[in-house]
């Protein structure tokens, strides 16, 4: 079916989930919105990151999509149960995918996840691990200078690696054998981590994770494009010069362009 | 004037600004909004910030204040001028006071100045210190991870040394004598900063600058407060629980309590 997917983050780091699914599924249109005006949703608290949350499906509604991405795991830990009741179309979270992962691939049931404040209060992670493995022991840490750190372009160095030791130390004395980056800022910095495991933990990048689950649903649906693929587009609320900038470290390449809107008003 | 004084920041940071002013003038009622739903200011855009200033000093009127202080270098680099147009009453920022105390106290004309992105790209205090001192030659370097680094307590150690020395070592290679703290976090990395500077740079301080031109300006006025001073107010757009918590690392004590309040709707 030749409507794009509509993807929203609270700000850039969406762009790797976006990133992993043009690369699953090349022929798909995709439209992203980065809430850059009201980024971090992290730190926030949950009523507001739900009103954020429609606001900004509420956005994407109007181009006609055939799936919500949530690329936001704070969006999705606190708002996607709402958006499911609200919205009539499929919506596909960042959390269920990286959770089965985690628990496919583990073999001593010891799992660790890190993600934002929010995120790991939330218990998202915890909840869906349990679920699917109640003799899983899970670890969960947020881990918040992580995103920062992305955003200035600090993946790797000396200032990187006293970052990743200071929040990751812990999982290595409770001997995890998984770890899911809970935030979709963080794969970028898997190197750095994988790394500092010395490659004995499997890192479970979220983002992945996901770009496999909306390719599998929307073949089951008959939703695959066989039409002309149209041009990506890029939406964001504030700050364009900025997303473009940090875009460039996640993309790997230059975002031709990226237009401002207001949303919420 | 048993009048109160009112103090908005983008945040929590501005919290170093009412201390120093409550320090100085213990008989003064103060209160302060914090505006953590749309923290942080730094990486936003100039209309954005200007249109958040002015909704944050509305909100600080209905209380009848008798000045405004701008505990945000941002919010001041990009609205201060704007503010003074639109509200009749006396208006202190927070950039005015630590770029003559910068100019007043170097020996060698090499002055450096940290602080958030926009503020540095603003070129507030380059202009100001420029038209102080046209002697001056001014390094400007913004240092976007002391904020997260502060809001997590990360004030020493590892990997508050570290993050210092990869935005301040180009300062030590420049020869400056003097640096100012363009930004209301950075005074709690104050003794790592210094540590790292060895005690050579004199580390101007822009919050307690500011109180005492808060103070200064009250008595030419003839604005202290002669009668009873009231309980200090705080309130925040979002997240209380979160700035109770930063708040005591910045006060040093417990805040009592805290208002949630929506502006801008």
């Known amino acids: 079916m030749n409507k794009p997917i509509g993807i929203f983050d609270s700000g850039i780091g969406g762009l790797t989930v976006l990133k992993a699914i043009k690369k699953m599924l090349p022929e798909e249109t995709l439209i992203y919105l980065g809430d850059t005006a009201r980024v971090p949703y992290g730190n926030k608290?949950?009523?507001?990151?739900?009103?954020?949350?429609?606001?900004?499906?509420?956005?994407l509604v109007r181009f006609d999509i055939k799936m919500l991405v949530i690329a936001c795991n704070t969006s999705t830990a606190m708002s996607i149960e709402i958006l499911k009741e609200k919205f009539n179309i499929p919506i596909v979270g960042v959390i269920e995918p990286g959770a089965k992962k985690a628990v496919a691939v583990t073999k001593n049931n010891r799992i660790g996840?890190?993600?934002?404040?929010a995120t790991i209060k939330s218990k998202a992670y915890q909840n869906i691990i349990k679920t699917l493995n109640p003799k899983a022991t899970i670890f969960a840490k947020p881990c918040p200078l992580f995103v920062p750190l992305v955003e200035e372009g600090l993946l790797k160095g000396r200032v990187a690696d006293s970052v990743v030791e200071m929040y990751l130390k812990s999982f290595k004395v409770k001997g995890i054998d998984v770890l899911v980056l809970g935030c979709t800022h963080y794969p970028l910095l898997k190197n750095t981590i994988r790394r500092y495991f010395e490659g004995k933990v499997k890192i479970v990048d979220s983002a992945e994770e996901t770009a496999k689950v909306v390719s599998d649903m929307l073949n089951e649906k008959g939703l695959l494009n066989k039409g002309k693929k149209e041009e990506d587009k890029y939406f964001v609320t504030d700050a364009a010069q900025r997303f473009l900038k940090v875009g460039k470290t996640i993309m790997g390449k230059d975002l031709k362009e990226v237009y401002t809107v207001q949303i919420g008003k």
């Open 45 to 59: 608290s949950k009523d507001t990151i739900i009103r954020y949350s429609i606001e900004n499906t509420n956005f």
């Open 113 to 117: 996840v890190i993600g934002t404040e």
